[in-house]
């Protein structure tokens, strides 16, 4: 079963980055298959790498700035939540014109292992940096999900600003904002 509602938030991406006001913006949320099981709050992580802080207070710090003009990053980033989480938006682009979109957010809502639990099975898994990351890719974007804490993950949400093809693969773009966020946490 595909994400339909991320199709959706394409179109909700164009009005949040160009910036209307209101009450915090909301990306949607990869649909849950219901009955997901939560952990005991015992990992049962692969992680091969340090547990990382997941109390990050500058939210727009977890992607320095060096790095997320590296990344392909040309607005300003700003501080927003997204389905609870307050995160990070960087843009390739305006709304509405060919780009992409990249949310950031460490979570504390739960575990890898509870988000996992309650989704789909992911397209793909592969470790960056030592940290087990699981990849959804949709039509429009790609949603990621590291596992950097027993009792949070970081989240990558990727989508495309305009219909037309941003030119880039955005499953991989997220994973590299995923890196470079990842060397920004602090170890806990």
Known sequence: MKRKALVAGVAMLGSVAAGCGGAPEESPAPPTQGGGEQSDGQSSSSRNAPVKAIDVPDKCSVVSEQQWRELGAVLPP?????????????????????????????????????????????????????????????????????????????????LQTSPDDPGVDLCQKGQDFAKAAIQNLPNA
């Open 78 to 158: 700003r501080e927003r939540v997204s389905n609870g989480n307050p995160g990070c938006q960087y843009q390739a682009s305006e709304a509405g014109t060919t780009g992409w979109g990249v949310f950031v957010a460490v979570a504390n809502d739960g575990s890898y292992s509870d988000q996992l639990a309650m989704n789909e099975a992911p397209t793909t898994t592969v470790e960056v940096d030592g940290y087990p990351t699981a990849v959804f890719k949709e039509s429009s974007g790609c949603i990621i999900y590291s596992d950097v804490a027993d009792q949070g993950y970081l989240l990558v949400n990727v």
